[in-house]
């Protein structure tokens, strides 16, 4: 039951050009939605969130997208640096409803190459 | 910049051994949350805690697991019998207040059970 998606396992982009990293979700009942990014043997760092009533959020290079009516989000990453090259997890909750828990996708690499 | 941290950083334990995994929330943040990644998989959501109570929970966190805040600053997660299955990276986290409070993430403590 995968209700948060992250279709692309990996990506790479050269340093200074745009990462875009895509998530999908499929309940509807979701209404906060997260990004986390996560380095090898560290635990999720918070990057950046997104509430449903809104469709964009910026915070310096880092830029959420929400398109509610196809259940997408993504995250912009302008430029890329080589410190960015992590894995980055997407992650949605139930807020409205009460839910405390984030439910998270899978995940996608992000390489950074200089 | 305070963090949430989390001991052992490394267990190894024999199937149906009991494990304790500890956690020191951040001081000021009023709720408290377990999650696990089993190797290659997504995290996943075991317990909330609030008030001295388990506010949420999911299907993995059955009757062989158990939560406690003993003391007002370490927060603790128990497998009475661990199956080999529980072999995963265990991570605590907290945050100041709901609804859409960011969480913070522990470094993990990974748990091996042979």
Redesign the interface.
């Known amino acids: 039951d995968q209700q948060v998606k992250q279709n692309s396992p990996s990506l790479s982009v050269q340093e200074g050009r745009i990462s875009i990293l895509n998530c999908d979700y499929t309940n509807s009942m979701f209404d906060y939605f997260l990004w986390y990014k996560k380095y090898p043997a560290e635990g999720p760092t918070f990057l950046i969130s997104i509430s449903s009533i809104k469709d964009k959020n910026e915070d310096g290079r880092f830029t959420v997208f929400l398109n509610k009516s196809a259940k997408h989000l993504s995250l912009h990453i302008v430029p890329s640096q080589p410190g960015d090259s992590a894995v980055y997890f997407c992650a949605a909750s139930e807020v409205q409803g009460g839910s405390e828990k984030l439910v998270f996708g899978k995940g996608t690499k992000l390489t950074v190459n200089p | 910049e305070p963090e949430?941290t989390q001991t052992p950083s490394h267990q190894v334990t024999q199937m149906g051994q009991e494990v304790i995994l500890r956690c020191v929330p951040i001081s000021n943040h009023l709720?408290f949350?377990w999650?696990r990644q089993i190797l290659g998989?997504?995290?996943?959501?075991l317990v909330?805690f609030?008030n001295n109570e388990i506010?949420?929970k999911?299907e993995i966190f059955d009757d062989q697991f158990s939560v406690e805040r003993p003391d007002g600053s370490n927060f603790t997660l128990k497998i009475r019998s661990t199956k080999l299955e529980d072999s995963a990276m265990y991570?605590c986290?907290s945050k100041v207040g709901?609804?859409?409070g960011?969480?913070?993430?522990?470094?993990?403590s990974r748990l091996t059970v042979l």
Not at chain 2, 102 to 107: A, I, N, P, T, V
């Open positions: 949430v709720y949350y999650y998989q997504k995290v996943e959501f909330s609030y506010s949420e999911s991570f986290a709901v609804p859409t960011e969480l913070f993430f522990g470094e993990g």
